[in-house]
């Protein structure tokens, strides 16, 4: 199949080495040269001449404003734009009127992957936009990653993308603060998170699936722990903090949705209620 990407930072390189490497004819483009030494594919000065070469255009460069500079002189009529550049759902259902107005197809995909994972078992990538542009090239797509194709409005990938970073970061906060609390009693910082936090945090996360149908219920009824009980125990947490010489700071803006949930009289419901404060 003949591919063109347009963009070979990191993420572009690993794309276009992977599809290579399946047996596609990959034609790249960047806007600094001497990117593509070593990848395999056919090199050209211009985007123009990218997206001439190929029906199945994939952009991946640092955000949607150098995504529409990089695409503002060249014609889209019969192309399939896939663009794996991270951005906002807004941005998604724009770039899909423009890309239309210039007669091509739009597909946006968003990678739950780092360069490195890219045509593993580990990599996922989610997609939405064209349905009939996603299954023409599902197959080759599938080369880079597991796709799943979450629907034709193209904004529901960069929505599901940055829902999965939101809860990566909620754990990376929880972690870090956790970790400061070990290492200020000079703990193994190793010990504990390969022994004991890493199991606990598989056995909270298998609780989840629990919580997202209660939620989708608006059914807050617990019978594990209600949210007066975190208060309390929040509270003794952010003083244990504090006794330690430890900044609090990822913890505080839960604590904040915790106590104003509680005042508004909510204090039986279980922590899942809390999404109501965010609604
Ligand atoms: N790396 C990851 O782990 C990862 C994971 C998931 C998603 N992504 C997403 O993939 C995209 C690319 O990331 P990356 O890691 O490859 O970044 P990167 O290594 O910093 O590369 C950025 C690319 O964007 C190009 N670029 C920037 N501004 C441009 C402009 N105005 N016009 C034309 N080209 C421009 C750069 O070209 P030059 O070489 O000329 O500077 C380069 O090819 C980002 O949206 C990122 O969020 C990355």
Known sequence: MRISILGLGLMGRALARTLVKAGHSVTVWNRTEGKADGLGATSVATAAEAV?????????????????????SVQLADRVLLNLTNGRPAEARELTEWVAARGGDYLDGGIMAVPQMIGTPGALILYSGSQPAFERYEEALGALARPRYLGADAGLAPLYDLAMLTGMYGQIAGFLEAAALIASEKGSVTEFTTELLVPW?????????????????GDYATDVSNLEVNRVGMVNLVRAFEDQGVKPDLLLPMQDVLDRRVAAGHGAQGLSSLIEELR
């Open 201 to 217: 945090l598989n056995a909270m996360a298998a609780a989840q699936p629990r919580w997202a149908v209660d939620i989708e219920a």
């Open 52 to 72: 001439e070469a190929s029906p199945l255009v994939i952009v991946c460069v640092l955000d949607y404003a150098a995504v529409r500079e990089v695409l503002c």
